[in-house]
């Protein structure tokens, strides 16, 4: 007999939502605080009442940051309908918008990681 491994449905939720989310940002929004932003990840939460989005933009700083939270908020609606007419839900699940910082400490990281290599084998 084969084995299923757990797939828990807010996980396959989320999956939908990201998908459905990132394609509409991504096609369909025109808001020029969006530009350059990449949805990373969407969690949900295991009532299935929150969706928490986060996104990821490159070169970013508080203020830009801060404005494409607040697209995104305004276009929580067009979203929200987005994913309605995708997936059939008792509930639509708010939307909550989190800025995914794991890439900047990651490129951190690799920079500390380099200059210590250069410290230990000076050229010259």
Do not use: W
Not at 2 to 22: G, N, T
Not at 55 to 64: K, S, W
Not at 72 to 93: I, N, T
């Amino acid at each position: 007999m084969k084995r299923h491994i757990p797939y828990d449905r807010s996980a396959r939720l989320a999956d939908q939502i990201y998908r459905i989310v990132s394609e509409t940002c991504y096609n369909d929004l025109s808001d020029p605080r969006l530009e350059g932003v990449q949805i990373t990840q969407v969690r949900m939460t295991k009532d299935l009442r929150t969706a928490r989005v986060y996104f990821h933009l490159l070169d970013a700083d508080e203020p830009r940051i801060d404005a494409a939270k607040r697209a995104l908020m305004s276009a929580r609606g067009f979203l929200k309908r987005a994913v309605g007419q995708e997936v059939e839900l008792k509930y639509m699940p708010e939307f909550e918008f989190f800025y995914d910082d794991t890439a900047d400490v990651r490129e951190h990281i690799d920079e500390i990681f380099e200059k210590l290599e250069r410290k230990e084998h000076p050229e010259g």
